[in-house]
């Protein structure tokens, strides 16, 4: 309904804000994590949103990315999480860091967003697993984006064409050391000694 809102900060919540635009206040709930981003009160600001209506309630959910918005339509279509547990996922996790928890099966680092439960994150990492667009997390250690990026995402994408499953590709390519000093024919023939 409403692709996003973009107007004046005119407060601040524990868990939401209020935008006002054209002489209304539209009240948005955002993750904590964006909370701390998003300015303080008289700035200008640009909210994706994505509006949910369940029996008792209407609320209209914002987001700082479309790339964020996008993940929370993807956490809401998985059973047993709703959009309350999606926000707690993105509260806890980047989309890149959720990305990499779905793709290498690392249920308990989605677990200990407030409220999923490791049955909860386990089912988010078996609904999405062939739907999450592959992120930047095959980048070196420290959580810089090295030259070998986009690298290590051909080479991920080579394996899964040849019947590896995602998951099983993005752990074998992480493995591969000095990533950014290698061809992708290079870090290939390396992350197939791991399958």
Partial sequence: MYAYISGSLEKLGTDHVVVEVSGIGYEIRVSGRNLGQIGSVGDRVKLF?????????????????????????????????????????????????????????????IAKANGVGL???????????????????????????????GSSAAVVEVLTTLGYSATEAGAAVRKVKDKDQKTEEQILKEALKHL
């Fill in 49 to 109: 949103t994505s509006f949910q209506v369940r029996e008792d309630s209407q609320t209209l959910y914002g987001f700082l990315t479309e790339e964020e918005k996008a993940l929370f339509l993807s956490l809401i279509t998985v059973s047993g999480i709703g959009p309350r547990s999606a926000m707690a996922i993105l509260d806890r996790m980047t989309p890149d860091e959720l990305a990499e928890a779905v793709l290498t099966g690392n249920a308990r680092a």
């Fill in 119 to 149: 049955k909860g994150a386990e089912k988010v990492i078996l609904e999405l697993k062939d739907k999450i667009a592959l992120p930047s997390f095959m980048e070196g250690a420290g959580g810089k984006a090295s030259a070998s990026s």
